[in-house]
């Protein structure tokens, strides 16, 4: 059934008698690719290939340009539009030329941190990372893994609460990880409002305060559905300023 014999569908139903109050027509858009400043890896190329990941959209082109200018970036874009695969490409990129590199993944719920973690396997282990060198370390995580994680872990998945209550106070067994740290994933940040969003912000300035006591100035990489102020958001979270990506080039229905 196409779209308008599907609205005659619903317009000829009781229930929904009245009750359409307004429709538009939203076309069809076509993909449109990025272009990298300089090319990847040939084992990260390879992979992506490997997986039909590429070409690059133009917002995730964006995005890993400015990363890899040293620069922070926050990527406000439509669900879907492909922001997770903007931070695993930093990640593997990082982990393949920097083979004593650290990434910390922060998310807002476990369902989603597992789901994340999953991705991040299936696009790198076992070519960039070791089956025991990406875990989630959260209130579920058992006593004797948690050591494991500190210990040899390179892409740690947590949340604001665990950072704050289990890795920054206990920061001298987390030296390892904290002075090789590359990147800082701050996925779903429109979800830090209010309160809890104050929160987390000076959450994130202690890591970055512990961080450069470490020797290390990790880039942050913050994605979020589509934002009215996606500047302001991202520099009220980490304290610094950061670049604004919002040109979707994923391709819609």
């Known amino acids: 059934m196409d779209s308008g014999g599907f609205l005659r569908h619903l317009r000829s139903l009781p229930i929904y008698q009245d009750q ?4 538009e027509y939203i076309p069809a858009r076509e993909a449109r690719p990025g272009v990298l400043e300089r090319p990847l890896p040939p084992q990260v190329e390879d992979r ?18 400015t990363l890899r200018r040293g620069e922070h970036v926050m990527v406000s874009t439509p669900s879907a539009s492909g922001k997770s695969l903007v931070y695993n490409l930093a990640t593997i990129e990082t982990l393949a030329t920097d083979k004593g590199s650290t990434s910390l993944y922060l998310f807002p719920t476990k369902a989603l941190t597992q789901n994340q973690l999953r991705g991040l396997r299936e696009l790198a282990v076992p070519h960039f990372l070791g089956d025991e060198e990406a875990g989630t370390y959260d209130g579920d995580t058992p006593t004797l893994e948690r050591g494991q ?19 920054l106070p206990n920061h001298t067994g ?6 090789r740290l590359q990147l800082v994933v ?19 300035r202690r890591l970055r305060r512990l961080c450069a006591a470490y020797g290390a100035h990790p880039r ?34």
Do not use: K
């Open 20 to 23: 359409i109050a307004y429709q």
């Open 48 to 65: 992506l290939s490997e997986l039909h990941l590429l070409p690059l959209y133009i917002h995730q082109a964006q995005a890993l340009n």
């Open 149 to 167: 994680i500190r210990r040899r872990a390179r892409v740690v998945f947590t949340n604001p609460d665990m950072l704050h209550m289990g890795i």
């Open 174 to 179: 987390w030296a390892r990880f904290l002075r």
């Open 186 to 204: 701050v996925d779903e940040a429109h979800s830090y409002r209010g309160a809890f969003g104050s929160h987390v912000a000076l959450v994130l």
């Open 220 to 253: 942050f990489i913050l994605c979020s559905a589509t934002l009215s102020t996606p500047d302001e958001l991202a520099h009220r979270l980490i304290g610094v300023p950061c670049q604004v990506v919002t040109d979707d080039g994923s391709p819609s229905g």
